[in-house]
Each structure stands twice: as structure tokens, then as C-alpha cells.
């Protein structure tokens, strides 16, 4: 039985700093057993929050007998429920996500997959530290891996060492993946797409997206941005490849350089538009912020 929790992605000197931080919602969930996140379902037992007027078929138990004997009227003691939080992360694995080589990821200079990899491996740690659940899912030509989320340690093993062994495809559909984890997930909660978004339909992803809010998932949308991908380096000759088999372009970048980034400067914000349109969390991530400092002011922001 895989019982190893270590990863090569997990620091947990560096990650004692945070370990007071805790990945809270910003909406009321569903759980599965007492916890100390809101849920949506107001029970008789937590908080006490409203009265409801009391129809046919509700508890008796949960009658106010001396609003009863008060008024005459039946009314029920509402409470607010706490329930556990469970995170499904979905990390994308197209080629564009090797960008920024290797060397170095520790400092928040190496590739974009590298970056979510300590991103995610950090999170699930303080996720499940905190008696919370959290299940994995890898995004290439259709939904690659997916574990369902759980706490135990060896699911924390098993989520490692899956992030981890994680590599790009050369063709990936991020829509066609959310599509099958939707299908998969039976209890809503929270899910974090961490993506550089550089996919060929982003209104297919986001109508993905929509699927999940119409159930009132909470969705965050981390979306990385490696500092070389923002503005061209200067020289006066350069070949350019692409990483999902798009081909070679040989140019001068002062020849390109002001479209290319005007044009990406408006993908970035055609993302940020439609995961705001759709109802998502959104935050821009440059892989030049340690890893740390990101994780540290993402669940600060989490918690007001």
C-alpha cells in the first residue's frame, strides 16, 4: 500500500510558515460531516440564524415551543450548519505548460508545469492538514487522471506522487476534460483550474465551467503567466517553437514585438473576462512570485 506523502514538490519547512492558513470558501458548501465551513443546508444543530414558518412533514423537533406558546403560531429554529470543504484541483497538462524550462522551479523561475506542481503539492498539505478533503484531476486530449477527493494519507500519497510523475500532452481539450470531471464529481464543493489557458476555444472551456457554477460549485480560476511569455527577449534573430506541435516561426521579435504582446495582453484579459462573466474566483499568477508568496496571499484573500 502507497503510504509515502513526501513528494520532491513538498517543502514542509517552508510550508510550516503557513501552516496557521487555512483554504477557506467564499460561498456555502455541501459536506459530508461536521467541519467548520458554512454549509448550504440549515440544519438543527451549529449557529442558530432564522425562523421558519413550519409547512407539513418538517421535524417536530425542531419546533419553537415557546414562540408556540408565545403567539400560537408553529415556527422552526433554524440553524447554520459547519461541514468539512472538499477542493477538486484540476491541473492542466498541454504542452504550453512546459514553457520556462526546468531549472530552478523552487525559486518560481522554472516551467509553468513545474510552478503548479509545488502550487498544488503545497495545497493539498494544508488542505488536508486542516481535516479537509481534496481530489486531483489532470486535463490532456480528455480527462487524463482523477481521483476523487478523500484525506486520508494514503490519498495524500496518491495525489504526490501523481503530481509528481505528471507530463504534457502534446494535444489537450481543457473543455472536453472539465466536461468528463463534471460527470465524475458527485458532491459539490470547491474546484481550482490552475491552467495557462492557452487553449484553442475559450468559450468551449468556460461553457464547461458554467456546468459546474449551474451547481453551484465554487470555482477559482489560477491562471499562470511565465514572465518570458509577457514580452519577447530582445535580440535580432530568434526561432520560435511551439509546444503543441504548432510549428517553427523564424523573425526578428523587434518585428513582432508590439503585436504579439497586444495580442497577449488580450487573451489574458479575454480569460479574466469570461471566468469573472462566469462566476469563477479569478487570479492572474506570474511563475516569477515564488510559489510560497502566492500560496500565502491566495489563502489570505480566502479569508477576508
Request: proline content about 3%; some cysteine.
Amino acid at each position: 500500500m502507497l503510504t509515502r506523502t513526501t513528494s520532491k514538490f513538498l517543502d514542509l519547512r517552508a510550508l510550516a510558515t503557513l501552516q496557521r492558513l487555512r483554504f477557506t470558501t467564499k460561498r456555502r458548501i455541501d459536506g459530508a460531516y461536521s467541519g467548520r465551513h458554512q454549509s448550504r443546508q440549515l440544519g438543527g444543530s451549529g449557529e442558530f440564524v432564522d425562523f421558519r414558518e413550519y409547512t407539513p412533514g418538517d421535524d417536530l423537533r425542531r419546533l419553537d415551543w415557546k414562540v408556540l406558546a408565545r403567539t400560537g403560531r408553529t415556527y422552526l429554529r433554524l440553524y447554520q450548519d459547519e461541514t468539512n470543504l472538499t477542493c477538486t484541483m484540476l491541473l492542466d497538462a498541454s504542452g504550453s505548460m512546459r514553457f520556462g524550462g526546468e531549472a530552478h522551479g523552487v525559486d518560481g523561475v522554472g516551467s509553468k508545469l513545474e510552478y503548479a506542481q509545488y502550487f498544488a503539492t503545497a495545497l493539498t498539505h494544508l488542505i488536508t492538514s486542516g481535516q479537509d478533503q481534496v481530489g486531483l484531476a489532470i486535463a490532456a486530449e480528455r480527462l487524463h487522471k482523477f481521483l476523487p477527493p478523500a484525506s486520508t494519507p494514503q490519498h495524500v500519497a496518491r495525489v504526490n506522487a501523481e503530481i509528481e510523475r505528471m507530463r504534457t500532452w502534446p494535444s489537450t481539450n481543457l473543455g472536453t476534460s472539465l466536461r468528463q470531471l463534471f460527470e465524475r464529481l458527485t458532491r459539490r464543493g470547491v474546484l481550482l483550474v490552475i491552467s495557462d489557458f492557452l487553449c484553442d476555444d475559450l468559450e468551449d472551456t468556460f461553457a464547461a465551467v458554467r456546468l459546474f457554477r449551474a451547481r453551484y460549485w465554487e470555482v477559482i480560476a489560477l491562471h499562470l503567466v511565465h514572465p518570458f511569455e509577457e514580452s519577447l527577449p530582445a535580440g535580432t534573430a530568434f526561432r520560435f517553437e511551439g509546444l503543441e506541435e504548432d510549428g517553427e516561426v523564424n523573425c526578428s521579435p523587434a518585428e513582432i514585438s508590439k503585436a504579439y504582446e497586444e495580442r497577449f495582453e488580450a487573451h489574458c484579459t479575454a480569460v479574466r473576462s469570461m471566468a469573472l462573466a462566469t462566476g469563477c474566483d479569478y487570479r492572474r499568477v506570474s511563475t516569477a512570485t515564488h510559489y510560497l508568496q502566492t500560496l500565502s496571499g491566495f489563502l489570505v484573500e480566502r479569508a477576508g
